[in-house]
């Protein structure tokens, strides 16, 4: 097999598997697909790999539901914050040494596993809602422009709004959809994302597509909470190997 046919064989598995998670869970492409390319790859152009997969299924996501005006209306100053953060934060991910850009996204993976396995049941009340939605806009920005990762503090802050189950995922929708937007744009700034990782990019969309559409099936069969443990294991000793290549 030629460097090229791996490289495809690569990209499909990736964003074939990342489907699988985002079906079943409801979220988990982007993050999955970064820790997968992020082995193998440095984190920027992992990154440019993700843009085109990630933004059609979050907007897939975004848009399957009745709340979509009635989200933005209330979550904007958080968006705004994630645009300002991600685009700022990308001078990190272009400009620093891969290695201590893969520390980074190693340990984006590890918190956010870790937060996940506790589960801590957090509640943010409607009037500290309002000031410290664009500060978590901000961090979510600056992690997700330096690392690739759009979950952290995002998902944990979404999810103490105690939204309805539907509202939470239309949520994270519409974050990692203005989040992809923003990784983008702030690649683009920095001459970090070209026209042919574009085309490489628009090829994902086919198995990340399938993938959604074979976790969606499964899920009726399997255990959602053993899966999602599995799944967050993994995840944490994906960012444990990341984290611990630049002392090797």
């Known amino acids: 097999m030629n460097e090229s046919s791996f490289f495809l064989s690569l990209l499909t598995f990736t964003f074939l598997s990342a489907g699988v998670v985002k079906g079943v869970s409801g979220m988990g492409l982007p993050t999955v697909a970064m ?31 009745a709340a979509t005006t009635r989200l933005m209306r209330r979550l ?13 934060g ?14 980074g996204l190693g340990s984006a993976l590890m918190v956010y596993a870790g937060y996940a396995l506790l589960s801590p049941a957090l509640s943010v009340p409607p009037h500290v809602e309002r000031w410290i939605s664009p500060i978590i806009g901000l ?37 990692f959809t203005v ?7 702030g690649l683009a700034t920095h001459g970090a994302f070209r026209l042919e990782q ?6 994902a969309i086919v198995p990340a597509l399938a993938g959604m559409w074979l976790g969606q099936t499964v899920r009726v ?15 944490a000793l994906l960012g444990l190997e990341l984290a611990s290549r630049p002392f090797r």
């Open 139 to 175: 961090f979510t920005g600056a992690i997700c422009g330096a690392t690739g990762v759009f979950t952290i503090p995002a998902v944990p802050f979404l999810q103490a709004l105690r939204l309805e189950r539907d509202e939470l995922v239309q949520a994270l929708g519409l974050s």
């Open 198 to 203: 574009l085309g490489l990019s628009a090829t």
């Open 179 to 185: 989040s992809t937007v923003a990784l983008a744009i």
């Open 35 to 65: 820790g997968l390319l992020g082995t193998v790859m440095p984190p920027a152009e992992a990154t440019a790999m993700l843009v085109i997969p990630s933004f059609v299924t979050n907007v897939w996501q975004l848009l399957a539901g």
């Open 76 to 88: 904007w100053p958080m968006m705004l914050g994630i645009v300002i953060g991600t685009v700022g």
């Open 90 to 103: 990308t001078t990190l991910l272009v400009r620093v040494n891969p290695l201590w850009s893969g520390l």
């Open 221 to 235: 069969h399997i255990n959602p909470k053993l899966f999602r443990q599995c799944f967050l294991l993994f995840l």
